[in-house]
């Protein structure tokens, strides 16, 4: 089975600076995605970034971008310019069974990240 | 666009009785929707994964005869909890992929509470 682990149960980080958080995972697949997820108090989940592991290039979205390090099996974000509003539960999620699209996602264990004003 | 959305929000219901959550695609087609279950303070778990027009295919250790779910539509998939038990109450949250993109997007999400 495919597993996802985050080792930071908690982060905190100064408003307008950047924080990284982890992501290990563990997969016999050499194509698959990587995805990260928000999850605020109103605990609807939000799509943050997306990986194609054949793409060696790390996805960017705005202030949010990855570091994906394909042969540690290693997938952190990185959140530049911090906001309150991204304080929030962040979940790194993987395609439960072959990588693939069309599977329901295993996620790791999330990150409570704090933005102190 | 990809909005999904979820109902009821929050349903108290009595031990034993029935329950039965939507789960609604609003402006697109999903032909595969995902429920997942989430304790307080932990992670999500997938359930299921529910197809349309065709038996919904479940995860290891998750009841299929108390947990039914029911894809009849591309729009539309629901989650019945068939005598529900205090164990039962949780958080349950759906999501559809968007095709051709591989991303989930998912519901607000739906209180269960079981008296």
């Known amino acids: 089975a495919q597993t996802v682990t985050q080792s930071q149960p908690e982060m905190s980080v100064q408003e307008a600076e950047t924080v990284t958080l982890s992501c290990t995972y563990d997969?016999?697949?050499?194509?698959?995605?990587l995805f990260w997820y928000k999850q605020p108090p109103s605990r609807q989940m939000i799509l943050v970034i997306r990986q194609e592991a054949y793409k060696q290039q790390n996805a960017t979205e705005n202030r949010f971008s990855v570091n994906f390090q394909k042969a540690a099996k290693s997938f952190s974000l990185k959140i530049s310019d911090s906001q309150l509003g991204d304080a929030a539960m962040y979940f790194c999620a993987y395609p439960i069974r072959s990588g693939g699209g069309a599977d329901g996602l295993t996620f790791g264990k999330g990150t409570h990240l704090i933005i102190q004003p | 666009g990809a909005v999904v959305s979820q109902h009821p929000s929050w349903v108290i219901c009595k031990s034993g009785t029935s329950v039965k959550i939507e789960c609604r695609s609003l402006d697109f087609q999903a032909t595969t929707m995902f429920w997942y279950r989430q304790f307080p303070k932990q992670s999500l778990m997938l359930m299921a994964t529910s197809n349309e027009g065709s038996k919904a295919t479940y995860e290891q250790g998750v009841e299929k005869d108390k947990f039914l779910i029911n894809h009849a539509s591309l729009t539309l998939s629901t989650l019945t909890v068939t005598s529900a038990h205090p164990e039962d109450s949780s958080f349950y949250i759906c999501s559809a992929r968007v095709q051709p993109h591989y991303e989930q997007y998912f519901g607000p999400g739906t209180r269960l509470t079981v008296t």
């Open positions: 997969t016999s697949e050499s194509d698959y995605y």
